[in-house]
C-alpha cells in the first residue's frame, strides 16, 4: 500500500506562478523525498528532507516537513513550462533505503 | 557518469506469454530496485536487492514474477505467465547505500509493458 498521499490530484497554473502540493503519510519517517517525473519518463530526484529538518530549498523549490502533522509541500516558484510534469512524494521510513511513493500531483505550466 | 540503463524501452505481448526486463545500474550502485507503475499511480516497490542478495521481495507476486541480480551488476525481472493487470511501466533504480550521501533513488526510463 501507499504511504504517501498528494494534494491536489491536478494543478494547473500560469507560468510564473507559484505551485504547491501537498503530502500527507500514516507513520514514523526517516526522511521525505520528492521526485518529478516528465511525461514518459522515469523519475528525477529533486530533493530531500530528513525527519529532523523542517525546510529546505533548491533552486525555486521550497520543501517544509511537520513531522507532527505528518505532512510536507512542495513549493515551486516563478514556474516555467519546463516544470510541467507529475510530482512525487516518497517517504522512507528506516534506513533500509526503501522508499514509499504517494499517487502524485500533477501539475500543468501553461504560457 | 551513465544513468540506469533499461530495456527494452515497449514490449507489447499477448496475456499467458512470459516477458523479460533487464537493468543496468549506475556503477558502484550496491542497491536496486524494481517497481510497477499503473497508469495514473506511483510507482510500487516490487523488490529491492543488496549487492546479489535480496532485501526486500514482499510485494513482488511470486507465482508470475521473478527476478534475479548475478553479480551484483545487471537485473532481470520476469513475468510468466502474464496477465492483463501487468500492464504498466517498470522501473528499475539504483542507490548508494551510504546514509552520508543521502537515500535518493537515480531511475532508469522504465519499460512500457502492454498485455494483450
Known amino acids: 500500500s501507499q504511504q504517501g498521499e498528494e494534494d491536489p490530484q491536478a494543478l494547473s497554473i500560469q507560468e510564473g506562478e507559484n505551485a504547491t502540493m501537498n503530502c500527507s503519510y500514516k507513520t514514523s519517517i526517516n526522511n521525505l523525498q520528492w521526485y518529478r517525473q516528465n511525461s514518459g519518463r522515469g523519475l528525477v530526484h529533486l530533493i530531500l528532507i530528513r525527519s529532523n529538518e523542517r525546510e529546505k530549498h533548491s533552486g525555486r523549490l521550497r520543501v517544509t516537513l511537520d513531522t507532527s502533522k505528518k505532512s510536507s509541500s512542495l513549493l515551486i516558484t516563478a514556474s516555467r513550462a519546463a516544470d510541467t510534469a507529475s510530482y512525487f512524494c516518497?517517504?522512507?521510513?528506516?534506513?533500509?533505503?526503501?522508499?514509499?511513493f504517494g499517487a502524485g500531483t500533477t501539475v500543468t505550466v501553461r504560457a | 557518469e551513465a544513468g540506469v540503463a533499461q530495456s527494452p524501452r515497449y514490449k507489447i505481448i499477448e496475456k499467458r506469454q512470459s516477458v523479460a526486463f533487464w537493468c543496468n545500474p549506475i556503477s558502484g550502485h550496491a542497491t536496486l530496485y524494481w517497481y510497477q507503475q499503473i497508469l495514473g499511480q506511483g510507482p510500487k516497490l516490487l523488490i529491492q536487492?543488496?549487492?546479489?542478495?535480496?532485501?526486500?521481495d514482499s510485494q513482488l507476486p511470486k507465482d508470475r514474477f521473478s527476478a534475479e541480480r548475478l553479480k551484483g551488476v545487471d537485473s532481470t525481472l520476469k513475468i510468466q505467465p502474464a496477465k492483463l493487470e501487468d500492464s504498466a511501466v517498470y522501473l528499475c533504480?539504483?542507490?548508494?547505500?551510504?546514509?552520508?550521501?543521502?537515500?535518493?533513488?537515480?531511475f532508469g526510463p522504465g519499460t512500457r509493458l502492454t498485455v494483450t
Open positions: 533504480a539504483s542507490s548508494l547505500r551510504d546514509p552520508g550521501k543521502g537515500y535518493e533513488q537515480y
Open positions: 516518497a517517504t522512507g521510513e528506516s534506513n533500509d533505503y526503501k522508499l514509499s
Open positions: 536487492f543488496q549487492n546479489n542478495g535480496v532485501v526486500d
